[in-house]
């Protein structure tokens, strides 16, 4: 199975700061089809997850254009420029590109 | 608007098998897939399969296969995952999602205890 390796584990930050989340995989999450289907999600305490960004760096409907997600193959970036207090929880990246799908550790955002 | 709805919260003893639905709502479920997903508190997400409503064609981790089973009902709109010879290893939220997580049902937590 890929494995994503996250980091940092847990991320302690003031409203207006900007922070990124890094998600390394095991294997190239390039699919033979072209696509890179790297995710990020959001769970907030309590919550279901949310999807925040699709296929490595496109926003999903609805969600704030703070966030923002980049990279490539085998390491992956998201990036959120200026946090809000609603901000705070658990993000994961998540591959669909091999079978089965797989979830990284998790980042857990802190508000000081 | 697109929404999720799962059953309600199930505490089942060690052998028996549990059957959790999620019935959804704004959207054509009939053309969609939808995946089901586990998680233990304070942990990361597990993913369990994959059902595709229009055939009922299923794919699934190997870790859950004899575990699980999805099902669909296209006259509902609503997925089924039934978890059988359940243990203690299977306590658990259970969340379904559509397609690959572009919208989450709230979660059902399953309790497995004598």
């Known amino acids: 199975d890929v494995v994503l390796t996250q980091t940092p584990p847990t991320l302690s930050a003031t409203i207006g700061q900007s922070v990124s989340i890094s998600c390394r995989s095991s294997q190239s999450l390039l699919d033979s089809d072209g696509d890179t289907y790297l995710n990020w999600l959001l769970q907030r305490p309590g919550q279901s997850p949310q999807l925040l960004i699709y296929?490595?760096?496109n926003l999903e409907s609805g969600v704030p254009n703070r966030f923002s997600g980049s990279g490539s193959e085998t390491d992956f970036t998201l990036k959120i420029s200026g946090v809000e207090a609603e901000d705070l929880g658990v993000y994961y990246c998540m591959q669909a590109t091999h079978a089965p799908l797989t979830f990284g550790s998790g980042t857990k955002l802190e508000i000081k | 608007q697109v929404k999720l709805q799962q059953s309600g919260a199930e505490l089942v003893k060690p052998g028996a098998s549990v059957k959790l639905s999620c019935k959804t709502s704004?959207?054509?479920?009939?053309?969609?897939?939808m995946s089901w997903f586990k998680q233990i508190p304070g942990q990361s997400i597990e993913w369990i399969g994959m059902i595709y409503a229009g055939d009922g064609g299923t794919g699934y981790n190997q870790k859950f296969k004899g575990k699980a089973t999805l099902t669909v009902d296209t006259s509902s709109s609503t997925a089924y995952m039934d978890l059988s010879s359940l243990t203690t290893e299977d306590s658990a939220v259970y969340f379904c999602?559509?397609?690959?997580?572009?919208?989450w049902g709230q979660g059902v937590m399953v309790t497995v205890s004598s």
């Open positions: 704004g959207y054509t479920f009939s053309t969609s897939y």
């Open positions: 999602a559509r397609g690959l997580g572009a919208g």
């Open positions: 296929s490595v760096s």
